[in-house]
C-alpha cells in the first residue's frame, strides 16, 4: 500500500485481502496464479489493477467479488470474512453490495436493455414502480433511452457495455468490480464509458476497481495497483 | 413471474431443439395413450363379452356357487330382489338366469354341454352375448315360452335344424336325472368354439319347471353395470346393503379368475413396456436439457455472479423444464387426438389377417376390431406421468447449474 494512503485518517477500506494466495491446478501442474498478496481498496476508491496477462488481476477481482475462494489468506468485503458466509449469502452480498462490469458485456441474450437493467432489482424484491423509475434514470444516465427495447444482439459493443454498467451500478451497490471493461470498444466509446463511471465515481460515492491494462483507464485512475506473477509490484495514488 | 417469462423466452432460443424435444414428449403421450388405451378397450370388451356370457360385472349367487356350481344351490325371491338391483346407482341392468350343465341329444348323436336359461323380458342383445349372436331364427319371446336356442356348431354336430326337435338331459334341484324336448327357435354364431358347439339358450320358466325350482328361483342375478371398471366398488356396495348369509356377492373377477388373471398378466407386462419407453424418452430429454444448460454455462456464471443465488438458478432451469414439458404435453394432444378419433370411430380392423378363425382368451372372443378407450382418469394419468417424467428429467440438469462455482462458468466460452 502507498505510503500517502496509510497515512490518510479519513481512509475507510470496503475491500481487504490479507495474505491472499490462489493456487490452480492443470493437471500436475501448480499454477499460483496469486502468491500472498494483501490488498486494502478504500470506499471511494477508482482503482486500477494493472498488470500483463496471467498476472492475476481477473483472479483477485473474482475473489473479492465471492467468485471465486482463495486458497490461503482472508477476503474482506465491508469488513465480513467471505469465506465465513453460504453461497447464498455470498449471492446475496453480489446482488446487494457489487456491481460486475465484464470484458464480454454478459448480458443475459433472451432480455431486452431495460430487462438487463431490471433484473438485479427484480432479484432484490424491488417494485415494479420503483423498478422502472431506478431502470429508467439509469439508462438516462449511461444513454440508453430510447434502446431499452433492444435485445443485446440488436446493440453495438459500447451500447452493450453500457447496458452493463446499467445493471452494474442500478442497485447502488457500494463497488463496481469492472474486469477490462474497455478491451472490446472502440476508443470514443471506451472514453465515454469512463466519463461516465468517473462521473458515477464522484457523484455516487461508487468505489471502482478495474482490472485493466488499457493506458486510458489507468490515466484516468486515482490508483494504479500493478501486479507480477500474482504479486503487487507497485501501488501508486496519481496526483 | 420474472424467472417464469426467463424461462419461456430460454426454452425457444433454440427453437428447433425445442420443437424437436416437445414431439419427443408428445410422441411419449401418443404411444402412452395407445398402449393403455387399446389395453383397456380390449380389456373392457373382454370383461364385458365373459359378463354377456353368464355371470354379468357382478354376480348374486348361493354361497358356494362360484367353487362348486350345482342345480341345488339356487336363489329365492329372485323377483324382489332383481327389482331392487335394478334401481341401483350405477347399474345398467339384472337378469336372473340359471345356469348348468346338461347333455344335448337327438336321434343320431349326444353332446355335452352348458345351458342358460333366461328371462327374454329382462334380457337384452346388448348383455347377452347369445342373443347379440344369433344368426337365424328367433330368440323365445317370453320366459313362459317353449323352444331353445342353440350353437350352430352345436346344431352341426347333432345334424339339427330350425324347428326341429332336441333332446336335453339334466339333474334336477333333488339330484334326479330329468329329460325334456324343446323345438330348435334359433341358431347363434358366437365365434367361441366351445359355446357355439356346447351351449344353448332357454326360456327360464321351462328349464324352473324342468329342474323343480319355484317360480322366483334361479341360480344366479347377473348385473351389468354402466362401467364395468366399478365392478369392485359396486360388489363391496352391495355386500353393505344386501346383507343376507345365503347369497353371495362376486365381481367378475371372482367369477372369472382366469380372464382376472390373463389381464393382471397383460397389463403388468403393458406397464413394463411403457415404462421403458419413457425411459428412453427421458433420456433424450434429460440429453437436450442438460445440453442446453452445458451450452449456457457462461451466462449462469453470469447470473450467479450478479446476484442471482444457486437456488434460484435450480428453479430457473426447472421453470424451463416446466415450459419442456408443457409444450410436449400441448403437441402430445394435439397428435394424439386424431390418432384417438380414428381408433374410437373406426378402429383397427385385423379381420382379413385372422381370416375365418376367431381368437379367444380364456374362452372369451377378441373383438378383430383394435380400438381405444381412455376415461378421464387414464388421460390424466398419461399426462401426469408424462409431465411429471419430464419434469424429473430436468432435476439433474438444473443441480448441475446451480451446482457449478461461477468463477468456473465464467471461465467458459
Redesign the interface.
Known sequence: MSQALANDPKREDIVRLVDVSKIYRQGKIEVRAVDNLSLEIDTGDFCALCGPSGSGKTTVL?MI?G??IPTHGQVFLERRDLASLS??EV??I???R???V?QAY?L????TAYENAE??L???GVSAVECHTRVMTILKEVGLVGLEHRRPDEMSGGQQQRVAIA??IVTRPAIVLADEPTANVDSATADSLLDLMQKLNRQDGITFLFSTHDKRVMDRARRIVRMRDGRIESDEVQG | M?MWN?AW??VW?RRRRTLITGFSIGFGVLLAAIFTGMAIYMYGNMINASAATGFGHVTFEPIGYSKAPALDKRLSRVDTLREQIVHENGVDAAMERIMGQAMFATASKTVGGMFLAINPQHESAEYNLLIRSLVEGKVFSDKNAGGVVIGKRLAEKLNLRIGKKLVYTTTDVNGEIVSEIARVSGLFVTGVDEIDGGMALFPLRQIQHVLGYHADEATLIAVMLRQQRHAESSRDVFRQKYHDPSIEILSWQQTQPDLAGMITIDAASNYVMQFLIALLIAAGILNTMLMSVLERT??F????????????LFWLVMAESYWMALIGLVIGIVITSPFYWYFDVYGLDFSSLLGDESYTVSNVLIDPVIRMKLHVIHVIAILSAVFGLALLSGIYPAWRAGRV???ES?RTI
Open positions: 473474482n467479488g467468485l471465486d453461497r447464498g449471492a446475496a453480489r446482488r446487494d457489487i456491481g460486475f465484464f454478459n443475459i441474450p433472451v432480455m433484473f438485479v427484480k432479484l432484490q445493471r452494474a | 420474472q426467463i423466452r430460454n432460443r457462461r451466462e456464471g453470469v447470473m450467479l455472479a450478479i446476484g442471482l443465488s444457486p437456488k434460484r462455482p461461477p468463477v465464467l
